[in-house]
């Protein structure tokens, strides 16, 4: 089957601090894309970053950072100098190579930032 | 430029009931996917379309349908509601219907069946 756990139902951080919010895959395919998407309150899912499953190099996107294990199928979101703005629920998704537009996604994290 | 957009924003409707929402994508995005996303989990896959045709279907039954129109615009249809069709609906706009084209998802529609 295929499917995205994220098995910390809900997290806190306190602001300017770091977290880290968990991911794990199932899937036997080699190509596809990594993604976390950010859902605030309003909604609109917005990507946060984006990761190549070829690529051993972890992506970087400004404060947010990802650990990429291909083998052990983790994908985990490191988000550093958090800040209030970053209140919102995390997805964890992929993306095969040939299927288009399919994302699957886990059910998400819900991230708190205290003041 | 306008972001995807989606209409109508909130939608009530009794069990038994057809529905139709509304995905409009990015100027010159060619692809449009649609999710489900029940309260409390992740969006779950509908459908993809791409120059007007069916290109990926998720496992929904056939009471759900969809199709996109010549400016790429697409709607969703949902047939004799139930109440587990209660959920946030979001659209999503790619360039073109492969992979390596990024998403972009519109703010939904929250349909509320009664």
């Known amino acids: 089957a295929q499917t995205v756990t994220q098995s910390q139902p809900e997290m806190s951080v306190q602001e300017a601090e770091t977290v880290t919010l968990s991911c794990t895959y199932d899937?036997?395919?080699?190509?596809?894309?990594l993604f976390w998407y950010k859902q605030p309150p309003s909604r609109q899912m917005i990507l946060v970053i984006r990761?190549?499953?070829?690529?051993?190099q972890n992506a970087t996107e400004n404060r947010f950072s990802v650990n990429f294990q291909k083998a052990a199928k983790s994908f985990s979101l490191k988000i550093s100098d958090s800040q209030l703005g970053d209140a919102a629920m995390y997805f964890c998704?992929?993306?095969?190579?040939?299927?288009?537009?399919?994302?699957?996604f886990g059910q998400g994290t819900e991230l708190s930032v205290k003041p | 430029d306008a972001g995807v957009t989606q209409s109508p924003t909130h939608l009530i409707k009794t069990r038994g009931q057809h529905v139709t929402l509304r995905c409009s994508p990015i100027s010159g995005h060619k692809s449009v996917s649609w999710y489900q996303q029940v309260l409390g989990q992740g969006p779950q896959f509908i459908f993809q379309y791409y120059e007007k045709e069916e290109r990926g279907r998720g496992n929904f039954p056939d009471r759900f349908s969809a199709r996109q129109f010549p400016n790429y615009s697409s709607e969703l249809n949902v047939n004799a509601l139930l109440l587990g069709d209660s959920a946030l609906y979001l659209c999503a706009s790619s360039l073109a219907g492969q992979a390596r084209y990024e998403q972009y998802f519109g703010p939904g529609t929250r349909l509320t069946v009664t």
């Open positions: 998704a992929y993306r095969f190579y040939n299927q288009g537009g399919k994302l699957i």
């Open positions: 899937t036997s395919e080699s190509d596809y894309y």
């Open positions: 990761q190549e499953a070829y690529k051993q």
